[in-house]
């Protein structure tokens, strides 16, 4: 899905962890999209 104004993905979607506990290493990290974290 794109933003109808610049053309650029809205930036979200859906992350799926075969194990639980990756989660909780991923989240100790800072990410950043874009420039957006």
């Known amino acids: ?3 109808k104004t610049t ?6 979607g859906f ?4 194990e639980p506990s990756v ?3 991923v989240l100790q990290d800072t990410h950043t999209i874009d420039g957006r974290t």
Not at 7 to 12: K, L, T
Not at 15 to 18: G, I, K, P, Q, S
Request: no cysteine; glycine share 12%.
């Open 1 to 3: 899905m794109k933003d």
């Open 23 to 25: 989660l909780d290493r």
């Open 15 to 18: 992350v799926v962890f075969a």
């Open 7 to 12: 053309g650029r993905p809205r930036g979200f």
